[in-house]
């Protein structure tokens, strides 16, 4: 059948793409899968003019239930979805390395665990695709972080624990903190400390200073 230019290959019951069909589309998208009284509905291959293949549940005109979503660059998604959108939860594997496992909203990461090329480790809040809110930093050179991020960077209070058992607390914002340096044996002091260097333990600006 073409309607619109649009070919249909399949079942039919009273008149109604009913069952198993085909429908292809002028742009050359492909929809093999489940029909019921007219409308795709339920598990589906689905093939894109633009390279994307998409294996999973279906309802009406979009991508709803289960399914897995594979890029030309690439990238996958396998888990939820609903009206088409990535939706509850989800693994992606990204291009560039990355792979997030967690609970999406609306398409966007929303609260899992994100790990990225570098071994670096994130758990917690994400917003725009990047750790925002309370979150879990394990880095790849034993450091861990805990506290809030703004924008995928360490912003507000929180506690960065060093592989020397030192540990870090107070208002971060980026690189710098203000609070107190908990040594390993228990004792303390409080002051402004600064990461100079990726994967080194902070330094009392103070000291800085002096060496100056």
């Avoid at 002051?191 to 200073?209: A, C, N, Q, T």
Wanted: include cysteine; charged fraction near 25%; proline fraction near 3%.
């Amino acid at each position: 059948m073409n309607e619109n230019k649009k070919t249909y290959t399949g079942q039919w019951l009273a008149g109604e793409r009913h069952g198993k069909g085909i429908l292809i589309w002028p742009n050359g998208d492909k929809y093999d899968g489940d029909w019921g009284r007219g409308t795709m509905d339920g598990h589906c291959v689905f093939t894109y003019a633009n390279g994307e293949h998409y294996d999973g549940q279906w309802k009406l005109y979009n991508r709803e239930g289960r399914g897995t979503l594979t890029c030309p660059n690439g990238e996958t998604y396998n888990g939820d979805w609903k009206n088409g959108l990535r939706e509850g939860h989800g693994i992606c594997q990204y291009a560039d390395g990355r792979v997030y496992n967690g609970q999406w909203i609306a398409g966007k990461e929303a609260n899992g665990t994100m790990e990225y090329p570098n071994k670096n480790k994130y758990t917690g809040c994400f917003i725009n695709g990047k750790p925002e809110g309370a979150g879990v930093c394990i880095y790849a050179d034993g450091r861990v972080y805990e506290g809030q991020w703004k924008a995928g960077s360490v912003f507000g209070n929180g506690t960065m624990t060093c592989p020397s058992g030192n540990k870090y607390s107070g208002f971060w914002v980026y690189n710098y903190c203000l609070g107190a340096l908990i040594r390993k044996d228990g004792t303390g002091v409080q002051g402004e400390w600064r990461i100079l260097k990726e994967g080194s333990e902070p330094v009392e600006i103070e000291d800085i200073i002096k060496t100056l």
